[in-house]
């Protein structure tokens, strides 16, 4: 796999002899996401994803792919399929406790209104 | 083979940029030079980062696929959430139910995108090593990084879509997936790196800006950051135009042939006009693009023919004049079967460009199999220990 200059290259890949190297030859890196904190006192933000052989490679390319330009003090890398998500179908049901809890609102409470430091 | 007009390739051909081709120049480091990024970026950049509506989200996580009936009921259900998604022109994230054909087109539009950035690298990787100081090379190493940098934004976000990073580079080394027409054309003299920043990236700037808002989240996301380095990209390009434009007299015409060279098709960059452009409603009826290629073309028009007295040159475009009445520029025709040449894969580089993206593949395959290698070795290694530990 390791030839030389693959002009006239027909898009087939050449013939590899060890088994074992071809195997992986064409495996995929994993998939990362990455989480920046931008500055001191903030939180890690999700800054996006990429892909790496292993997780000290997924910071340096999180370091070159989202930090050219000072946008973090801090990079987070974590496994793509390590991240468990909420259901996007049963948004509305799931999210549903907190809708018409307006009382757990300073807002909600107005008596309060007009006296000071309250 | 149709090239471009030779005017300004003295002692050139059209194609020669490899002439004093360096190193490769596909894995570049910034900070072994300690650039700062220029912060600049356009008012209009910044209001439409601010609609942006930049929450978070992150890529696509594997789902069951239910029985048929449920299908049929969440495809219901999921088509008219996702058109009052539209309707309320907020956006579509990567776990939601969307129609096959959305995904499919943002796939195409999104894959050819990154595959342009990525063969954008070429023209400009090909002058480094022959650009005229170190703080030349020094900008222009990191205008080409930032390149590969949008392009890997870019197929993070078509990857959420469910297609991999891989599968979209193989389709773009088979020949199989397309990009930007403009990458086709010969970079011949150190003006066209200026011609290249100041009409390319800016012809990029103008069509991405509204992309920002696009409705597909991550796609939009992509865009935020792209648009914020993009402008240090234009003002480089602007700046070379500048310095050699106020030059000795060879290298003022040196600029304005460049000009001459990128002007026409930078323009084509925004596609055919509106009636030949039959993908262009459905994408505005999704959100995705914001406005027509013709309305983009005129918007960037209107700001080059101002731009263009700062440099004291001009546009090659004898029909170029102020139309008060519309309140915009008019311009002359643009010719549209060089563009449908240069994108069926006859334009002057198309074999080039193609062959040295197949060769940095190939040549890097080493790279990532080693890479791959010590992961796993390292992976077996602290298996190993904890094991160890353990008993
Ligand atoms: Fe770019
Ligand atoms: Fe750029």
Redesign the pocket.
Known sequence: MTGGSTTGDDGTRPVDTEAEEDQYANEPWPLWEVFVRSSRGLSHVHAGSLHAPDAGMAVRNARDLYTRRNEGVSVWVVPANAITASDPDAKGAYFESAAGKDYRHATYYKKSEGVKHL | MRCPPPAGARGYEPCCERLHFGSPAYILNERSVNIRGAEGCGLNIIEVIMMATPQTGLSAVKEDPGTTAAADDAAEAGQARFDQILADDSRIEPRDWMPEKYRKSLVRQIGQHAHSEIIGMQPEANWITRAPSLKRKSILMA?VQ??AG?GLYLYSAAESLGTTRDAMTDQLIEGKARYSSIFNYPAVTWADMGAIGWLV?GA?IVNQVPLCRASYGPYGRAMVRICKE?SF?QRQGFEILMELANGTQAQKQMAQEAVDRWYAPSLMMFGPPDGDSPNSQQSMQWNIKRFTNDELRQRFVDMLAEQVKTLGLTLPDEDLKWNEERGHYDFGELDWNEFKEVLAGRGPCNSQRMERRREAHEEGAWVREAAAAYARKMAARNAEQTVGAAS
């Open positions: 205008k930032d390149e949008h990236d990029a993009e990209h």
